[in-house]
């Protein structure tokens, strides 16, 4: 039986891109350790990332409010409502990104109390909207404009 580690035997072309993979991510690594990369090399694989995850997001992001959680099998109304964020690869579906946030969480998250409370004024407003759409059950959904742009701190 010939031993399949015979280390005599000749390199094929996946040998070869495994060894010289492994050699470049050793080489990166050991100069990634030993200094501090240059904004010029770092920018334009940052640049890439976004472009890659910006095309994630516009094509398959679902930012969704839910009520329900997962109790076992089955599905129980959550404390409270939250939002769930959910991102998935355009080329192979898979989910990268899955984040849940409490709507508590978000509106307390500065520690403002003015802001909280007019925080609570727009829940209020949108969920008056949301009562005088059901009240009208042959109404359609109402046309969604654009929300305004977030304030910059």
């Not at 959680?69 to 690869?89: F, K, M, T």
Request: negative net charge.
């Amino acid at each position: 039986m010939a031993d399949e580690d015979d280390d005599d035997a000749p390199l094929d072309a996946g040998d070869f891109h495994t060894i010289a993979q492994k050699q470049i991510i050793n080489a990166v690594f050991a100069t990634l350790a030993e200094s501090k990369m240059q904004w010029n090399l770092v920018e334009p694989l940052l640049e890439a990332g976004r472009s890659v995850s910006l095309g994630d997001f516009t094509e398959n992001a679902r930012i969704r409010l839910h009520t329900q959680r997962a109790e076992g099998d089955d599905w129980v109304p959550a404390e409270e409502a939250y939002l769930g964020i959910s991102v998935a690869d355009r080329e192979t579906g898979e989910e990268w990104l899955s984040e849940t946030y409490w709507l508590s969480d978000i509106a307390i998250a500065d520690g403002n109390r003015a802001e909280v409370e007019e925080i609570v004024a727009g829940l209020e407003r949108t969920i008056a909207k949301l009562r005088e759409w059901l009240a009208n059950p042959a109404a359609p959904p109402p046309e969604a404009e654009a929300p305004p742009e977030e304030p910059q701190a």
